[in-house]
């Protein structure tokens, strides 16, 4: 599905939306992806390689299903994003995918607090120029930072 390349920012902002799921725009995409002739032909594709078996449990369907494994490539799937399954797998292979996509978002979420705490740290250490002191030895500051975080983290404890 192409999308025309907009000039007004709003439509441009609703398109990138379209595309994160979870957003109002996303399921309207959705909505009209699934019923386009690009969906239907990978859903027979899908099927067709499925041979009428149920791609998660194994079990012969008469109707199959088309599973996305990830909107990460949203109105370009590859063959290996989507799976045909049967109906009473489908919901079972959505919740599976809501749990790695919560667990995906509760790592970027870590990464990103670890990684500005350590920028805070620095910062007020070093300056706003501390990379340079960082690149002629990393492992040292690293560890200097994990130390002081650990620190910080018993303090935090020690106060409930």
């Given at each position: 599905m192409q999308h025309q390349e907009s000039l007004f920012p709003e439509d441009r902002e609703k398109h990138k939306r379209s595309l994160i799921y979870g957003t109002p725009e996303f399921k309207q995409a959705y909505d009209r992806y699934i019923t386009s002739t690009q969906w239907k032909k990978l859903g027979s594709t899908v099927r067709a390689r499925a041979?009428?078996?149920?791609?998660?449990?194994?079990?012969?369907?008469?109707?199959?299903?088309?599973?996305?494994l990830t909107y990460e490539r949203f109105q370009h799937e590859l063959l290996t994003d989507l799976q045909g399954v049967c109906p009473p797998c489908h919901p079972i292979a959505?919740?599976?995918?809501?749990?790695?996509n919560q667990q995906k978002f509760e790592t970027?979420?870590?990464?990103?607090?670890?990684?500005?705490?350590?920028?805070?740290?620095f910062t007020k250490k070093y300056g706003e120029d501390w990379h340079p002191h960082h690149d002629a030895d990393p492992e040292r500051m690293d560890e200097e930072f994990d130390k002081w975080l650990e620190r910080k983290k018993e303090e935090d404890d020690d106060d409930y």
């Amino acid at each position: 599905m192409q999308h025309q390349e907009s000039l007004f920012p709003e439509d441009r902002e609703k398109h990138k939306r379209s595309l994160i799921y979870g957003t109002p725009e996303f399921k309207q995409a959705y909505d009209r992806y699934i019923t386009s002739t690009q969906w239907k032909k990978l859903g027979s594709t899908v099927r067709a390689r499925a041979k009428g078996h149920c791609e998660r449990c194994g079990a012969a369907s008469g109707r199959l299903e088309i599973h996305h494994l990830t909107y990460e490539r949203f109105q370009h799937e590859l063959l290996t994003d989507l799976q045909g399954v049967c109906p009473p797998c489908h919901p079972i292979a959505d919740g599976e995918r809501e749990q790695k996509n919560q667990q995906k978002f509760e790592t970027a979420r870590e990464e990103s607090r670890y990684s500005a705490a350590r920028d805070t740290y620095f910062t007020k250490k070093y300056g706003e120029d501390w990379h340079p002191h960082h690149d002629a030895d990393p492992e040292r500051m690293d560890e200097e930072f994990d130390k002081w975080l650990e620190r910080k983290k018993e303090e935090d404890d020690d106060d409930y």
